[in-house]
């Protein structure tokens, strides 16, 4: 290597062996052989001067100068993927893969969207990771993050898509046997089917300016499975208004305390900075961006 070189051979090797931990499962990652991946990683040492991984028969770790380097190589690819998705926006055509994270409570309301969108742009393909875990758009090579909550990453380019809200349903057959709450006060006489977040914590209830913790009958760490509760007649679940819209509307969900619906977070769509003119990533967006209620 010459000093004007500016990324020694076998970048993507070595961050794919530090990633998943080992020669073979770089080799799957790239689609290359292991004695590929392993060449790779020795020219890249031998180009740095520097050993980068300890490897034994049955593990592969990183030295000290491999650790420090993984950081600079990660943002060395990325700055690589941007350029080459850049030069491929200079063509107006929507196509190659949508790489998109999302909360399991928003994969109804996004799967709703892509028949529309694959109809647009036959030439598209879309992949989804559903989680509850905060992605991280660098590392996992997302072109689109979308999170509902505060935001903590001013590195991202955010979009703010829409204000939902709070609703209490159940099903009409929960409420002919157990009969609908008045007010707040009655959900203590009542079966409640609650969210208990990533975090460990159940959600708290915030009915119009009051917050409540009432017991839960039902807890649940996935949210659609709220949704399902509710329509079995389990009891009353606390949800966001676009998970229960087409429910409501066919009457097979039925809202309660409609008077003490709440806002909830706002929800983001984030990106990499400069992806957001991709035309895969552009045309996302502006699907999310018609479909999105205006903000309250």
Do not use: I, V
């Given at each position: 290597m010459v000093d004007s070189d500016p990324i020694p051979p076998g970048v993507a090797h070595f961050v794919a062996v530090a990633e998943t931990g080992s020669f073979r499962g770089?080799?799957?990652?790239?689609?290359l052989s292991p004695a590929a991946v392993s060449k790779g990683v020795a020219r890249l040492e031998e180009a740095l001067g520097a050993r980068l991984l300890e490897r034994s028969t049955r593990s592969v770790s990183l030295?000290?100068?491999?650790?420090?380097?993984?950081?600079?190589s990660r943002r060395a690819l990325d700055a690589l993927a941007s350029g080459r998705d850049l030069v491929r926006a200079t063509s107006e055509t929507v196509q190659g893969t949508l790489r998109l994270s999302l909360s399991p409570v928003l994969s109804p309301w996004i799967s709703s969207l892509l028949p529309r969108l694959l109809d647009r742009h036959p030439r598209l393909r879309v992949a989804l990771s559903v989680t509850d875990r905060q992605a991280e758009l660098v590392r996992e090579e997302l072109d689109l993050a979308l999170r509902l909550g505060d935001l903590d990453d001013s590195a991202l380019v955010a979009r703010r898509l829409r204000a939902p809200r709070w609703v209490c349903v159940a099903s009409p057959a929960y409420l002919a046997r157990h009969g609908a709450p008045d007010d707040a006060a009655d959900l203590s006489g009542h079966r409640l089917l609650r969210f208990r977040g990533p975090d460990g914590?159940?959600?708290?209830w915030r009915m119009g300016e009051r917050a409540v913790d009432p017991v839960a009958a039902v807890e649940v760490d996935h949210g659609p499975a709220l949704v399902e509760g509710a329509l079995a007649g389990l009891g009353i679940a606390r949800v966001f208004d676009f998970m229960v819209a087409g429910l409501v509307a066919d009457g097979r969900l039925v809202p309660v305390l409609p008077a003490l619906e709440g806002p909830g977070p706002p929800l983001h769509?984030?990106?990499?900075?400069g992806r957001q003119r991709v035309p895969r990533v552009r045309a996302m967006l502006d699907l999310l961006a018609e479909?999105?209620?205006p903000l309250r």
């Open positions: 770089a080799a799957a990652r790239l689609g030295t000290d100068a491999g650790r420090a380097w993984l950081e600079h914590q159940l959600t708290p769509a984030l990106t990499l900075p479909t999105s209620e």
